[in-house]
């Protein structure tokens, strides 16, 4: 699960995978993470 700064230049960067979904978690913000699929991205918060 890789860590990386969410900014906005950085979540459009991420490229969509062919299949699956790829979890991407914040440096900053603990919980708050990227979950991104083959045609979205969504943003999640864990308590």
């Known amino acids: 699960m890789p860590n990386i700064r969410f900014t906005k230049?950085?979540?459009?960067?991420?490229e969509h995978?062919?299949?699956?979904?790829?979890?991407y978690r914040d440096n900053q913000?603990?919980?708050f993470g990227l979950r991104?699929?083959?045609?979205?991205k969504v943003y999640?918060?864990?308590?």
């Not at 230049?9 to 991420?14: G, N, Q, S, T, Y």
């Not at 991104?36 to 979205?40: D, E, H, P, R, T």
């Not at 999640?44 to 308590?47: I, K």
């Open 29 to 31: 913000l603990r919980g």
């Open 36 to 40: 991104v699929g083959a045609l979205s």
């Open 17 to 23: 995978p062919t299949s699956g979904q790829v979890l």
């Open 9 to 14: 230049k950085a979540v459009d960067a991420i």
């Open 44 to 47: 999640f918060a864990e308590g």
